[in-house]
Protein backbone atom coordinates (compact mmCIF):
# COMPACT_ATOMS: atom_id res chain seq x y z
CA UNK A 1 0.00 0.00 0.00
CA UNK A 2 1.05 3.60 -0.72
CA UNK A 3 -0.76 6.75 0.61
CA UNK A 4 0.22 10.68 0.70
CA UNK A 5 -0.74 13.16 2.76
CA UNK A 6 -1.00 16.76 1.08
CA UNK A 7 -0.70 20.37 2.07
CA UNK A 8 -1.78 23.02 -0.61
CA UNK A 9 0.44 25.39 0.53
CA UNK A 10 4.35 25.91 0.53
CA UNK A 11 5.44 25.17 3.38
CA UNK A 12 9.42 24.36 4.99
CA UNK A 13 9.83 20.76 5.31
CA UNK A 14 11.80 20.54 8.63
CA UNK A 15 11.94 19.09 11.78
CA UNK A 16 8.72 21.22 13.05
CA UNK A 17 6.49 20.54 9.50
CA UNK A 18 7.38 16.67 10.05
CA UNK A 19 6.56 16.75 14.14
CA UNK A 20 3.20 17.43 14.12
CA UNK A 21 0.00 17.17 11.80
CA UNK A 22 0.70 16.68 8.44
CA UNK A 23 3.74 15.99 8.39
CA UNK A 24 3.81 13.45 11.27
CA UNK A 25 0.51 11.76 9.75
CA UNK A 26 3.25 10.98 7.09
CA UNK A 27 5.79 9.53 9.93
CA UNK A 28 3.16 7.54 11.20
CA UNK A 29 2.61 5.55 7.99
CA UNK A 30 5.61 5.12 7.56
CA UNK A 31 6.04 3.82 11.26
CA UNK A 32 3.35 0.70 10.61
CA UNK A 33 4.78 -0.32 7.74
CA UNK A 34 2.95 1.76 4.59
CA UNK A 35 4.88 3.85 2.03
CA UNK A 36 4.07 7.52 2.33
CA UNK A 37 5.57 10.60 0.50
CA UNK A 38 3.89 13.81 1.78
CA UNK A 39 3.16 16.59 -1.34
CA UNK A 40 3.36 19.95 -1.16
CA UNK A 41 3.47 23.05 -4.09
CA UNK A 42 6.51 25.05 -4.54
CA UNK A 43 10.46 24.90 -5.86
CA UNK A 44 12.73 21.88 -4.13
CA UNK A 45 14.78 23.04 -1.17
CA UNK A 46 18.38 22.12 -0.63
CA UNK A 47 17.04 20.39 3.02
CA UNK A 48 13.88 18.64 1.74
CA UNK A 49 13.54 14.99 3.20
CA UNK A 50 13.32 12.23 -0.06
CA UNK A 51 10.16 11.99 1.07
CA UNK A 52 9.02 14.90 0.27
CA UNK A 53 7.04 15.19 -2.88
CA UNK A 54 7.17 19.33 -4.78
CA UNK A 55 4.58 20.57 -7.58
CA UNK A 56 3.01 23.04 -8.93
CA UNK A 57 -0.36 23.95 -7.96
CA UNK A 58 -1.07 22.98 -11.66
CA UNK A 59 0.08 19.33 -11.40
CA UNK A 60 -1.94 19.39 -8.08
CA UNK A 61 -4.96 20.20 -9.64
CA UNK A 62 -4.12 17.24 -12.40
CA UNK A 63 -6.08 13.93 -11.93
CA UNK A 64 -3.48 12.87 -14.36
CA UNK A 65 -0.57 13.72 -12.42
CA UNK A 66 -2.15 12.19 -9.34
CA UNK A 67 -2.39 8.90 -10.88
CA UNK A 68 1.20 8.81 -11.84
CA UNK A 69 1.89 9.02 -7.64
CA UNK A 70 0.17 5.07 -7.82
CA UNK A 71 -1.13 6.14 -3.84
CA UNK A 72 -4.34 4.83 -2.80
CA UNK A 73 -5.19 7.37 -0.59
CA UNK A 74 -4.36 10.89 0.16
CA UNK A 75 -5.03 12.96 3.53
CA UNK A 76 -5.31 16.24 2.14
CA UNK A 77 -5.18 19.26 5.08
CA UNK A 78 -6.57 21.90 3.42
CA UNK A 79 -8.94 23.40 6.32
CA UNK A 80 -12.15 22.28 3.71
CA UNK A 81 -11.29 25.97 1.87
CA UNK A 82 -12.95 25.90 -1.41
CA UNK A 83 -9.86 27.48 -2.72
CA UNK A 84 -8.52 24.02 -3.73
CA UNK A 85 -11.85 22.14 -4.61
CA UNK A 86 -9.84 21.56 -8.08
CA UNK A 87 -7.09 19.31 -6.19
CA UNK A 88 -9.76 17.42 -4.64
CA UNK A 89 -11.69 17.05 -7.42
CA UNK A 90 -8.42 15.62 -9.12
CA UNK A 91 -7.23 13.38 -6.53
CA UNK A 92 -11.18 12.00 -6.96
CA UNK A 93 -10.77 12.10 -10.53
CA UNK A 94 -7.21 9.81 -10.68
CA UNK A 95 -9.43 7.27 -8.47
CA UNK A 96 -7.72 7.74 -5.37
CA UNK A 97 -9.60 7.67 -2.00
CA UNK A 98 -9.38 11.04 0.03
CA UNK A 99 -10.06 11.95 3.27
CA UNK A 100 -9.87 15.95 4.39
CA UNK A 101 -8.35 16.74 7.58
CA UNK A 102 -10.49 19.55 9.06
CA UNK A 103 -7.93 21.36 11.65
CA UNK A 104 -10.57 22.90 13.83
CA UNK A 105 -12.75 22.49 17.14
CA UNK A 106 -16.29 22.51 15.61
CA UNK A 107 -17.94 24.37 12.85
CA UNK A 108 -20.74 26.79 13.33
CA UNK A 109 -24.11 27.85 11.77
CA UNK A 110 -26.88 29.68 13.30
CA UNK A 111 -29.17 27.51 11.29
CA UNK A 112 -27.74 24.97 13.89
CA UNK A 113 -26.37 25.58 17.37
CA UNK A 114 -27.52 28.55 17.76
CA UNK A 115 -26.01 29.14 21.16
CA UNK A 116 -22.65 27.46 20.09
CA UNK A 117 -22.54 29.52 17.31
CA UNK A 118 -23.10 33.20 19.35
CA UNK A 119 -20.63 32.12 22.01
CA UNK A 120 -17.72 31.11 19.19
CA UNK A 121 -18.74 35.01 17.57
CA UNK A 122 -18.59 36.65 20.94
CA UNK A 123 -14.99 35.05 21.90
CA UNK A 124 -13.67 36.25 18.50
CA UNK A 125 -15.14 39.71 18.34
CA UNK A 126 -13.72 40.11 22.26
CA UNK A 127 -10.25 39.35 20.83
CA UNK A 128 -8.02 42.59 21.12
CA UNK A 129 -7.56 43.27 17.57
CA UNK A 130 -7.88 46.19 15.28
CA UNK A 131 -10.56 48.30 14.13
CA UNK A 132 -10.30 46.79 10.73
CA UNK A 133 -10.20 42.82 11.91
CA UNK A 134 -12.82 43.62 14.19
CA UNK A 135 -15.00 45.20 11.02
CA UNK A 136 -14.14 41.92 9.43
CA UNK A 137 -15.19 39.83 11.96
CA UNK A 138 -18.70 41.73 12.07
CA UNK A 139 -18.84 41.17 8.64
CA UNK A 140 -18.16 37.22 8.76
CA UNK A 141 -20.68 36.98 11.42
CA UNK A 142 -23.03 38.85 8.87
CA UNK A 143 -22.25 36.43 6.35
CA UNK A 144 -23.15 33.01 8.10
CA UNK A 145 -26.89 34.41 7.91
CA UNK A 146 -26.20 33.88 3.92
CA UNK A 147 -24.98 30.25 3.47
CA UNK A 148 -24.73 30.70 0.15
CA UNK A 149 -22.04 33.19 0.25
CA UNK A 150 -19.34 30.79 1.77
CA UNK A 151 -20.69 27.66 3.64
CA UNK A 152 -22.63 25.16 1.24
CA UNK A 153 -19.35 25.93 -1.05
CA UNK A 154 -17.36 24.86 1.83
CA UNK A 155 -19.57 21.87 2.60
CA UNK A 156 -19.61 20.55 -1.56
CA UNK A 157 -15.59 21.01 -1.08
CA UNK A 158 -15.81 18.60 2.25
CA UNK A 159 -18.42 16.71 0.29
CA UNK A 160 -15.47 15.60 -2.01
CA UNK A 161 -14.13 13.45 0.01
CA UNK A 162 -14.43 9.53 0.79
CA UNK A 163 -14.77 10.54 4.59
CA UNK A 164 -14.07 13.58 6.67
CA UNK A 165 -11.35 13.66 9.69
CA UNK A 166 -12.29 15.67 12.71
CA UNK A 167 -9.89 15.85 15.52
CA UNK A 168 -11.72 14.95 18.62
CA UNK A 169 -15.45 13.49 19.07
CA UNK A 170 -16.76 17.02 19.68
CA UNK A 171 -15.19 18.60 17.05
CA UNK A 172 -16.92 15.71 14.91
CA UNK A 173 -20.30 15.92 16.74
CA UNK A 174 -20.21 19.94 16.14
CA UNK A 175 -19.39 19.74 11.83
CA UNK A 176 -22.05 17.06 11.98
CA UNK A 177 -24.58 19.24 13.68
CA UNK A 178 -23.11 22.05 10.83
CA UNK A 179 -23.64 19.46 8.22
CA UNK A 180 -27.16 18.65 9.11
CA UNK A 181 -28.70 22.10 9.55
CA UNK A 182 -27.24 23.28 6.32
CA UNK A 183 -28.58 20.55 4.47
CA UNK A 184 -25.78 18.32 4.02
CA UNK A 185 -26.34 15.27 5.79
CA UNK A 186 -24.47 13.06 3.31
CA UNK A 187 -21.22 15.01 4.87
CA UNK A 188 -22.57 14.19 7.93
CA UNK A 189 -22.42 10.67 7.39
CA UNK A 190 -18.72 10.87 6.68
CA UNK A 191 -17.17 12.07 9.73
CA UNK A 192 -14.86 10.15 11.79
CA UNK A 193 -12.27 10.97 14.86
CA UNK A 194 -8.67 11.32 13.77
CA UNK A 195 -7.02 13.29 15.84
CA UNK A 196 -3.76 15.16 15.16
CA UNK A 197 -0.28 12.80 16.10
CA UNK A 198 1.87 13.40 18.93
CA UNK A 199 5.32 12.52 18.31
CA UNK A 200 6.43 8.87 20.42
CA UNK A 201 9.35 11.65 21.99
CA UNK A 202 6.49 12.41 24.25
CA UNK A 203 6.34 9.82 26.89
CA UNK A 204 6.11 9.67 30.78
CA UNK A 205 10.43 8.44 31.39
CA UNK A 206 9.50 7.62 34.89
CA UNK A 207 11.09 10.60 36.88
CA UNK A 208 9.08 12.04 39.65
CA UNK A 209 6.24 14.29 38.66
CA UNK A 210 7.08 17.61 40.45
CA UNK A 211 4.34 20.55 41.68
CA UNK A 212 4.75 22.05 38.48
CA UNK A 213 2.43 23.48 35.95
CA UNK A 214 3.40 23.87 32.26
CA UNK A 215 2.44 26.62 29.90
CA UNK A 216 3.39 26.22 26.19
CA UNK A 217 2.34 28.74 23.41
CA UNK A 218 3.86 31.32 21.25
CA UNK A 219 3.47 34.76 23.02
CA UNK A 220 4.63 37.11 20.43
CA UNK A 221 1.98 40.16 20.20
CA UNK A 222 0.58 38.49 16.93
CA UNK A 223 -0.85 36.14 19.17
CA UNK A 224 -2.03 37.65 22.07
CA UNK A 225 -5.83 37.53 20.56
CA UNK A 226 -5.37 33.56 20.72
CA UNK A 227 -3.22 32.85 23.21
CA UNK A 228 -4.13 35.22 25.95
CA UNK A 229 -1.38 36.40 28.32
CA UNK A 230 -3.61 38.50 29.95
CA UNK A 231 -5.21 36.13 31.26
CA UNK A 232 -2.82 33.76 32.03
CA UNK A 233 -0.80 35.80 34.39
CA UNK A 234 -3.62 37.04 36.12
CA UNK A 235 -5.02 33.34 36.93
CA UNK A 236 -1.19 32.40 37.84
CA UNK A 237 -1.25 35.95 40.05
CA UNK A 238 -4.44 34.62 41.71
CA UNK A 239 -3.09 31.01 42.16
CA UNK A 240 0.26 30.93 43.39
CA UNK A 241 -0.20 32.53 46.33
CA UNK A 242 -2.81 30.23 47.47
CA UNK A 243 -0.42 27.15 46.13
CA UNK A 244 2.55 28.50 47.59
CA UNK A 245 4.87 24.34 47.04
CA UNK A 246 3.64 24.71 43.20
CA UNK A 247 5.81 26.51 40.41
CA UNK A 248 5.10 27.20 36.57
CA UNK A 249 7.13 27.20 33.43
CA UNK A 250 5.67 29.36 30.66
CA UNK A 251 7.73 28.00 27.23
CA UNK A 252 7.55 29.57 23.97
CA UNK A 253 8.23 32.50 21.55
CA UNK A 254 8.59 35.62 23.42
CA UNK A 255 7.92 34.14 26.80
CA UNK A 256 10.25 36.64 28.61
CA UNK A 257 7.68 39.53 27.69
CA UNK A 258 5.36 38.11 30.47
CA UNK A 259 7.83 38.81 33.15
CA UNK A 260 6.70 42.14 32.69
CA UNK A 261 3.04 40.88 33.95
CA UNK A 262 3.64 40.22 37.22
CA UNK A 263 3.60 43.78 38.98
CA UNK A 264 1.72 43.75 42.45
CA UNK A 265 2.80 40.01 42.83
CA UNK A 266 4.88 39.01 45.92
CA UNK A 267 8.34 38.25 45.47
CA UNK A 268 7.88 34.75 46.55
CA UNK A 269 5.19 34.15 43.84
CA UNK A 270 7.53 36.05 40.80
CA UNK A 271 10.26 33.67 42.29
CA UNK A 272 8.13 30.70 41.09
CA UNK A 273 7.43 31.30 37.49
CA UNK A 274 10.30 30.62 35.16
CA UNK A 275 10.34 32.20 31.11
CA UNK A 276 11.75 29.92 28.85
CA UNK A 277 12.71 30.01 25.19
CA UNK A 278 11.54 27.65 22.18
CA UNK A 279 13.25 24.18 22.13
CA UNK A 280 13.32 21.00 20.69
CA UNK A 281 10.79 18.80 20.94
CA UNK A 282 13.20 16.59 23.15
CA UNK A 283 14.21 19.01 25.30
CA UNK A 284 9.91 19.72 25.91
CA UNK A 285 9.25 16.52 26.50
CA UNK A 286 11.70 16.19 29.54
CA UNK A 287 9.79 19.42 30.67
CA UNK A 288 6.72 17.74 30.43
CA UNK A 289 7.58 14.49 31.95
CA UNK A 290 8.45 16.71 35.49
CA UNK A 291 5.35 18.49 35.31
CA UNK A 292 1.65 17.60 36.56
CA UNK A 293 -0.62 19.50 34.79
CA UNK A 294 -0.49 21.57 31.31
CA UNK A 295 -2.40 24.84 31.65
CA UNK A 296 -4.14 26.28 28.39
CA UNK A 297 -5.55 29.91 28.90
CA UNK A 298 -6.35 30.25 25.01
CA UNK A 299 -9.39 31.75 23.52
CA UNK A 300 -9.69 28.77 20.60
CA UNK A 301 -7.66 26.66 19.92
CA UNK A 302 -8.29 24.17 17.14
CA UNK A 303 -6.87 20.80 19.56
CA UNK A 304 -3.99 22.21 21.45
CA UNK A 305 -1.22 19.74 20.40
CA UNK A 306 0.53 21.21 23.56
CA UNK A 307 -1.72 19.29 25.65
CA UNK A 308 -2.17 16.45 23.64
CA UNK A 309 1.98 16.14 24.26
CA UNK A 310 1.89 16.44 27.79
CA UNK A 311 -1.10 14.18 27.95
CA UNK A 312 1.46 11.45 26.50
CA UNK A 313 3.90 12.50 29.22
CA UNK A 314 1.41 12.01 32.15
CA UNK A 315 0.35 15.67 32.77
CA UNK A 316 -3.64 15.98 33.39
CA UNK A 317 -5.22 19.32 31.85
CA UNK A 318 -6.67 22.34 32.80
CA UNK A 319 -8.99 24.39 30.03
CA UNK A 320 -11.60 25.80 30.16
CA UNK A 321 -14.95 24.59 28.52
CA UNK A 322 -16.20 26.51 25.28
CA UNK A 323 -17.00 25.80 21.95
CA UNK A 324 -13.55 27.02 20.61
CA UNK A 325 -11.65 25.10 23.07
CA UNK A 326 -14.21 21.39 22.33
CA UNK A 327 -11.34 19.10 21.49
CA UNK A 328 -8.83 20.73 24.25
CA UNK A 329 -11.71 19.89 26.61
CA UNK A 330 -12.00 16.56 25.61
CA UNK A 331 -8.41 15.85 26.95
CA UNK A 332 -9.95 16.43 30.83
CA UNK A 333 -11.89 13.11 30.39
CA UNK A 334 -10.92 9.75 31.81
CA UNK A 335 -9.19 11.68 35.12
CA UNK A 336 -6.80 13.24 32.63
CA UNK A 337 -8.04 17.17 34.04
CA UNK A 338 -10.02 19.49 35.19
CA UNK A 339 -12.95 21.50 33.18
CA UNK A 340 -13.18 24.77 33.95
CA UNK A 341 -17.39 25.68 33.61
CA UNK A 342 -16.53 28.57 31.60
CA UNK A 343 -13.69 31.46 30.68
CA UNK A 344 -13.20 33.45 33.53
CA UNK A 345 -10.14 34.20 35.83
CA UNK A 346 -12.23 33.27 38.41
CA UNK A 347 -13.51 30.23 36.91
CA UNK A 348 -9.91 28.78 35.75
CA UNK A 349 -8.28 29.87 38.45
CA UNK A 350 -10.48 27.29 40.49
CA UNK A 351 -9.79 24.66 37.56
CA UNK A 352 -6.27 25.14 38.23
CA UNK A 353 -7.17 24.68 42.68
CA UNK A 354 -9.21 21.74 41.55
CA UNK A 355 -6.47 19.87 40.24
CA UNK A 356 -3.56 20.26 42.05
CA UNK A 357 -5.64 19.12 44.82
CA UNK A 358 -6.62 16.04 42.71
CA UNK A 359 -2.71 15.69 42.56
CA UNK A 360 -2.39 16.10 46.44
CA UNK A 361 -4.30 13.98 47.55
CA UNK A 362 -3.36 10.62 45.04
CA UNK A 363 -6.24 10.92 42.39
CA UNK A 364 -4.21 11.28 39.62
CA UNK A 365 -2.31 8.13 37.70
CA UNK A 366 0.21 10.20 35.39
CA UNK A 367 1.05 6.33 34.29
CA UNK A 368 -2.06 5.69 33.39
CA UNK A 369 -3.03 9.24 31.66
CA UNK A 370 0.13 8.69 29.64
CA UNK A 371 -0.81 5.11 28.69
CA UNK A 372 -4.39 5.92 27.65
CA UNK A 373 -3.47 8.97 25.88
CA UNK A 374 -0.69 8.00 23.64
CA UNK A 375 -2.51 4.63 22.72
CA UNK A 376 -5.06 7.32 21.63
CA UNK A 377 -2.73 10.08 19.97
CA UNK A 378 0.31 8.33 18.70
CA UNK A 379 0.94 8.75 14.91
CA UNK A 380 1.09 5.44 14.74
CA UNK A 381 -1.76 4.84 16.36
CA UNK A 382 -3.61 7.27 14.66
CA UNK A 383 -2.75 6.29 10.82
CA UNK A 384 -3.84 3.01 11.91
CA UNK A 385 -6.93 4.03 13.40
CA UNK A 386 -7.40 6.07 10.30
CA UNK A 387 -7.45 3.11 7.98
CA UNK A 388 -9.48 0.86 9.98
CA UNK A 389 -12.37 3.63 9.49
CA UNK A 390 -11.94 3.59 5.88
CA UNK A 391 -12.16 -0.16 5.75
CA UNK A 392 -8.65 -0.56 4.11
CA UNK A 393 -7.67 -3.14 7.72
CA UNK A 394 -9.28 -3.71 10.42
CA UNK A 395 -11.94 -2.43 13.33
CA UNK A 396 -11.15 0.99 14.27
CA UNK A 397 -9.75 1.22 18.34
CA UNK A 398 -10.20 5.01 18.98
CA UNK A 399 -13.40 6.80 20.77
CA UNK A 400 -16.53 6.72 18.94
CA UNK A 401 -17.50 10.29 18.29
Not at 309 to 330: F, I, M, N, R, Y
Given at each position: MKVATCTPVDFAADEHFFGRDSGLMCRGFQEIGVSCVSVMPGARRADDPADQVRVTMDELSDAGWWRLLEVELVLLYAWGDPRFMKVATAIRDAGIKLVQSLDTAGLTTPYGDTREWWLSFAAMLGMPQPPGSRVKMIGKAGRDFIPAAFEKSRLKMINTSDKVASVSPPAAASVRRYAESLGFPEVSDKVIVVPHPVSPLMKSDGRPKERKIIVVGRWTSIDTGQKDPEMLMQVL??????????????????????????DGWSEDARSRVSFLAPMSRAKLAEHYATSRIIFCPSRFESFHISSG??????????????????????FTTEQSGTLAPERTRGALTAALEAETDQWEKG???????????????????????????????????????
Open positions: GDFLPQRPEWRVEIIGRDSETLAGRCEALCCGCAVVVADHPLLASTGWARDPDAIAGTWSRRLYAGSVVRSLLEQMQMTGKSNLLSA
